[in-house]
């Protein structure tokens, strides 16, 4: 569908709209380079007179003149010491913490107040809380977009397939929804967590069996709409398969829908994802995790900066999506001037 061409003078004329827009590219780009921004490992290092590059390449404790096969931990006390010699240095990231990656010279008892070692704090095994917000931000956003990804690619098959067919095709589809979308979601999602491993690929599965229903709907009213319109019926007239006049005729004059609903479908899936987390029914303990944080701060209230940190993260980014929503739906009205 080509935007009209006002669309973005639209949009862009309102700054909510402009800088909702900007941020969120700018955070979810620079969380695409989280390996870069934070990392207990250095992005360069050189150690007699030789370059190693420890943030792509793995390297053992022997190759820097220690005695173990392990993975070299570039925070012990031999290594450091080696980088203070003459001609051996070492860049690290802005945030010289992992998500995994534990503070154990921490001199007070975890979950830590940010210091100037943990910008943000430390949660309750000593991680970094800051980097967990980075990965957990990339994490939640990546998730949405598969998931609404996929719920738009289903939503539209189906929804195309019983607005243009009609007839029985759409009565027995619609009982066939009526009776998925009363399948106890949480109780299935409990389940499956029990019988298998919890993984992002698993929450993705069993989110897009139902998180296609509601989009189906809306492109279900185009296509009962457009399916009479003279130009459909010349189409259909003139020979036309039915599969071009779907995809060429119809789809791309139905996905306002579509496109307005958008941003509002990733910051749902952004807060189921959140919310299945801080239930324990998410990814795996150990991933970066929002809702993992949320349900840290909830264990120990003392620690003001697990939730207050979290919470800000997570309003803002619902906010700057519902934001760039409001302004799509707004420019796309043919009624706005």
């Known amino acids: 569908m080509s935007m009209p061409s006002n669309f973005w003078d639209k949009f862009l004329i309102n700054k909510r709209n402009k800088y909702s827009l900007l941020i969120f590219i700018v955070l979810f780009v620079l969380s695409l380079f989280a390996e870069i921004i934070s990392n207990d490992k250095p992005i360069v290092l050189m150690m007699d007179d030789k370059i190693y590059f420890p943030i792509v390449i793995s390297y053992t404790d022997k190759e820097f003149g220690g005695y173990f096969d392990t993975e070299a931990d570039y925070k012990d006390e031999f290594i450091t010491s080696r980088l203070k010699e003459e001609s051996n240095w070492a ?5 010289p913490h992992s998500y995994d990656s534990i503070n154990i010279s921490q001199s007070t008892p975890n979950p830590a107040s940010p210091s100037s070692h943990n910008y943000l704090g430390t949660d309750d095994r000593g991680r970094d809380v800051l980097a967990r917000l980075i990965y957990g931000f990339r994490l939640s956003v990546l998730f949405a ?59 993705i599965v069993l989110l897009s069996l139902f998180g296609w229903m509601s989009l189906s709907d809306y492109v279900r009213a185009e296509f009962l709409k457009g399916r009479n319109m003279e130009y459909v019926i010349a189409a259909r007239t003139l020979g036309l398969s039915n599969t071009k006049i779907i995809l060429k005729h119809i789809l791309p004059n139905s996905m306002v829908s579509v496109i307005t609903f958008l941003p509002f479908r990733i910051s749902g899936a952004i807060l189921i994802l959140t ?54 739906r707004e420019s796309l009205d043919s009624r706005s001037s």
């Open 91 to 95: 860049i690290f990231p802005i945030n």
């Open 145 to 203: 977009f598969a998931l609404t990804a996929i719920g738009i690619i289903i939503g539209i098959f189906f929804g195309a397939i019983q607005g243009y067919f009609a007839g029985r095709v759409d009565l027995f589809m619609q009982r066939f929804i009526e009776i998925w979308s009363s399948m106890p979601e949480l109780y299935i999602l409990i389940i499956f967590s029990s019988l298998f491993e919890p993984s992002i690929f698993l929450l």
């Open 275 to 328: 919310s299945l987390d801080f239930l324990g029914l998410g990814v795996p303990p150990d991933t970066p995790s929002l809702g993992e944080l949320l349900a840290q701060g909830k264990e120990n209230i003392e620690a003001w900066w697990l939730s207050l940190s979290t919470f800000l993260v997570l309003v803002g980014t619902l906010l700057m999506l519902i934001f760039i929503g409001e302004g799509i």
